[in-house]
């Protein structure tokens, strides 16, 4: 039996692949952070309201500059936080343990910034209404 072949379809032309840029290693760390954010707000999201913690420009640029690596064990513990001072009616928290501090505000879920254990030693926590130990 012999069968028809249809007539060849033209290829259409590709679009240019975008050369990509160089960035620095505090860019590229920045964009990697914020998109392992944006993954872990996706997993953890229960069926239900979820609840998901966001840093701030400022807060990511302080915690590179620090030394404080932002892991998910790290976000578990900081939404913690905000959730028992949301419990309680705080709006601007102090979350802290031995080495490091975040100031958090509460009804955004937003590290406004960070800080290490010198930075806390000379400094005076203000504009704050709650502090939380991180567990």
């Known amino acids: 039996m012999i069968e028809r072949i249809s007539p060849i379809q033209p290829v259409q032309k590709a ?9 620095s290693r505090r860019e590229a760390g920045s964009r990697f952070t914020a998109m392992l954010q944006r993954e872990l707000g996706k997993a953890a999201a229960p069926a239900e309201e979820s609840f998901s913690i966001a840093f ?36 601007n928290i102090l979350a802290f343990d031995a080495t490091r501090a975040f100031i958090i505000n509460v009804p955004h879920g937003r590290v406004i910034t960070t800080m290490s254990q010198e930075e806390m030693q000379e400094n005076i926590f203000t504009n704050i209404d709650g502090a939380v130990l991180l567990k």
């Open 15 to 23: 679009n240019q692949v975008e050369q990509i840029q160089p960035v």
């Open 56 to 91: 701030s420009k400022h807060a990511m640029t302080r915690a590179e500059e620090r030394g404080i690596e932002v892991t998910p064990a790290l976000i578990g513990q900081l939404t913690d936080s905000v959730e028992r001072a949301q419990a309680k009616g705080a709006t």
